[in-house]
């Protein structure tokens, strides 16, 4: 099979060979800019004004990225031309889309969506396959050749995903079918290409079959399950270094990108499978996160963009009359098969007409795949000039359809799901809990996982993060050392949120002591949750006459999250609610559920409570607290400490509410204390609430 490592790059070889002659436009400009600096300067150029021009007149942005490629490509004004840097830029921007489609879709979406996804990207497969075929028969093509660009038509480009986080519909039940049906479709797609490749070359044969069916499964299966162990490990031992972070994101999505093209499967197929590993080991709100998503979003995928529209030539049809014949009947081919699996895929699923819609402007734009796929088959001279013209022409007219598609049934998509949601309680613990979290930071080695568990709360609800630093006034002045230390950890603090894009507020505070200093700035600032880091172990001093947590947990009048962090909290696999038979309110319950509700959807990991009762008084409301959530529900008798200790797994992060206020115990308690001395590579979180 040929290498399709480059899709983009053969399209600047082919114009060589006569028939992609230059516009008349294109002598305006006598020869195009090579300078780097001036050509980088005119690719930024276009990524602030194109999409700002095209938005005044309420279309999206990425269309005015697209056609002002074809304005300043070769066969426009002729100021850039497609060179190895431009297809290198290119080709990075359509992996780290895929990358980016394959970020934002989850494997327990997918799981609860898979019957769809496949439905949906089999019927988006089969239909452009049996009318792309019974449309290009009749205008000459073998069997061979019309198969070839019917599965052109089949395979498609998610041009316009940055749209879905604008509209907050990424992860709904639509796109994430979507989302599934692209990796089915794309990967049946290049499957046919291979099939016609090799039958056209009569090299089709059972040891063809053997090798890339078993290598196909075995490559999934090692990307999926082997990257996020990969991962945890590397975020363990390096998950304080941000760019150390960053890159090993980068290197898997290339290197798994890479190898994918080494067993004959587009390196697009890859890259998604790379996004769908790695998003089990990021947390969705975290900076690492949102540093990815900025960077592809502002740099990668403009540049895929305006690659895409510096290869369209939007006057060949004029000079082609019988490529207007053949364009005509690709386009059509193509909008109609798409349309049709669409629309009646979202009607069998019973979802709205503007579902549908939303799935066909997804899928309907062609660029990547259709151009290795074309590519291939004019190589072998399996098909013609025409085809790759009406090739082209389908590129431009799907690429600027599927955003406006989106934009405007994705945003009646976004209006049903908020009509269609019950109002929001301002009372639950989950609509207010976050709104102000205040975070007293004074390690820096634990720093970062207490603002982590921050921001998880705060984004969530659109809230405002206070970290806190407090000095101790005993009498003396406050040594210049120290207020530097203060601001260092301060300033972290506020980088990490601003990384994250949520508000901050920094607070540099001199008081009597350190516990007084952290309950008077959580009332001055109105913080409605406190999160605390914790050592693990109480001494006997600090027992009979309070420790600092110990303090701060009596004193508070708001929830108070002590945690303990001996791993990054992203490397979490599942999280536990452990419910002992201590006597905890209903309210407190519901209240530590849906904050552990929270971070297993944010960490993107399952949730298991586990109920540890001498009777069963609890057994029909917990039921009812879990009923029609994938949470599992485990009720056993016994010791809490070994039947907590028997089901802790290393990567698991434990939640548990425990709290007494009397003298000469801990204040969390001696539970929490036993639990983390017999377990003491776990990540804990025990919920305290103020007494009324």
């Known amino acids: 099979m040929h290498q399709l490592w480059h899709p983009l790059e053969v399209m600047a070889d082919l114009g060589q060979g006569g028939f992609w002659a230059a516009l008349p436009l294109a002598q305006l400009v006598k020869e195009p800019t090579t300078d780097p600096v001036a050509v980088f300067l005119i690719i930024l150029a276009i990524m602030l004004i194109a999409p700002l021009l095209v938005e005044r007149l309420r279309m999206p942005g990425i269309i005015g990225l697209i056609l002002a490629g074809v304005i300043v490509g070769p066969h426009g004004l002729g100021v850039l031309e497609r060179d190895s840097t431009i297809t290198l830029l290119g080709t990075v921007g359509l992996l780290f889309l895929m990358f980016l489609g394959g970020l934002e879709t989850s494997i327990d979406d997918l799981k609860r969506n898979a019957n769809r996804a496949i439905i949906f990207g089999l019927a988006t497969f089969a239909l452009p396959m049996i009318i792309g075929t019974a449309a290009m028969l009749p205008l000459g093509y073998s069997l061979l050749a019309s198969v070839l660009i019917a599965s052109c038509f089949a395979s498609h480009t998610l041009v316009a995903l940055p749209l879905l986080n604008k509209l907050g519909i990424m992860r709904t039940p639509t796109v994430t079918t979507t989302l599934g049906a692209t990796l089915i479709v794309n990967v049946l797609a290049l499957l046919v290409l291979a099939v016609v490749v090799k039958a056209d070359e009569g090299n089709l044969t059972f040891s063809f079959w053997l090798f890339l069916i078993p290598s196909l499964a075995i490559y999934t299966f090692a990307v999926l399950w082997g990257v996020p162990k990969l991962g945890r490990w590397f975020f363990k031992r390096f998950g304080h270094d941000e760019g150390a972070e960053f890159t090993f994101v980068l290197a898997a999505v290339f290197v798994i990108s890479y190898l994918a093209s080494l067993i004959e499967i587009e390196p697009i197929v890859g890259a998604f499978l790379a996004g769908i590993a790695i998003t089990q080991i990021i947390p969705r709100l975290s900076p690492l996160m949102n540093r990815i998503q900025f960077i592809g979003n502002t740099l990668f995928v403009p540049f895929f963009l305006i690659s895409v529209g510096m290869l369209v030539d939007p006057l060949i049809l004029v000079r082609e009359p019988r490529s207007l014949v053949v364009a005509g009947a690709m386009i059509g081919a193509e909008l109609v098969s798409k349309f049709v699996a669409a629309t009646g895929s979202a009607r069998g699923f019973g979802w709205p007409f503007a579902n549908g819609m939303t799935m066909f402007g997804l899928s309907v734009a062609q660029a990547a795949s259709t151009l290795a796929a074309i590519t291939v088959a004019f190589e072998i001279e399996l098909v013609d000039e025409l085809a790759i013209n009406g090739t082209i022409a389908m590129i431009l007219v799907s690429c600027i359809l599927s955003p406006s598609i989106v934009a405007r049934w994705g945003a009646q998509m976004q209006g049903q799901l908020e009509t269609s949601e019950e109002p929001t309680d301002t009372d639950s613990p989950r609509a207010t809990l976050g709104q102000r979290v205040l975070v007293p930071v004074a390690n820096p080695n634990t720093e970062d996982n207490l603002l982590q568990l921050a921001i998880i709360l705060t984004k969530r609800v659109k809230g405002t993060l206070l970290p806190l630093h407090v000095l101790a006034d005993r009498g003396g002045s406050i040594s210049p050392a120290l207020r530097t230390k203060q601001r260092q950890l301060l300033d972290t603090a506020e980088d990490i949120a601003h990384a994250a894009n949520i508000p901050v507020e920094a607070i540099g505070r001199i008081d009597d002591s350190i516990d007084w200093g952290v309950i008077r700035a959580s009332q001055e600032r109105d913080a409605d949750v406190l999160i605390c880091g914790w050592k693990g172990f109480s001494t006997y001093r600090e027992n009979f006459f309070g420790s600092v947590i110990d303090n701060i947990v009596r004193l508070a009048t708001v929830p108070v999250l002590v945690t303990r962090f001996p791993q990054?909290?992203?490397?979490?696999?599942?999280?536990?609610?452990?419910?002992?038979?201590?006597?905890?309110?209903?309210?407190?319950?519901?209240?530590?559920?849906?904050?552990?509700?929270?971070?297993?959807?944010?960490?993107?990991?399952?949730?298991?409570?586990?109920?540890?009762?001498?009777?069963?008084?609890?057994?029909?409301?917990?039921?009812?607290?879990?009923?029609?959530?994938?949470?599992?529900?485990?009720?056993?008798?016994?010791?809490?400490?070994?039947?907590?200790?028997?089901?802790?797994?290393?990567?698991?992060?434990?939640?548990?509410?425990?709290?007494?206020?009397?003298?000469?115990?801990?204040?969390?308690?001696?539970?929490?204390?036993?639990?983390?001395?017999?377990?003491?590579?776990n990540n804990m979180l025990v919920v305290n609430f103020p007494v009324r």
């Not at 530590?592 to 409570?609: M, N």
């Not at 698991?652 to 539970?671: C, N, Y």
């Open 568 to 681: 990054p909290i992203e490397n979490t696999g599942r999280v536990i609610f452990a419910l002992s038979g201590r006597r905890a309110s209903r309210s407190q319950i519901q209240t530590t559920f849906e904050l552990a509700t929270t971070l297993a959807e944010e960490l993107k990991a399952p949730l298991h409570l586990l109920h540890i009762t001498a009777s069963t008084h609890r057994g029909s409301y917990l039921a009812s607290l879990v009923e029609g959530k994938e949470v599992l529900l485990q009720q056993v008798q016994g010791n809490p400490i070994q039947r907590i200790s028997a089901i802790l797994q290393p990567d698991d992060l434990l939640i548990m509410i425990e709290s007494t206020h009397r003298r000469g115990r801990p204040a969390l308690g001696r539970m929490p204390e036993l639990v983390a001395s017999a377990n003491w590579e």
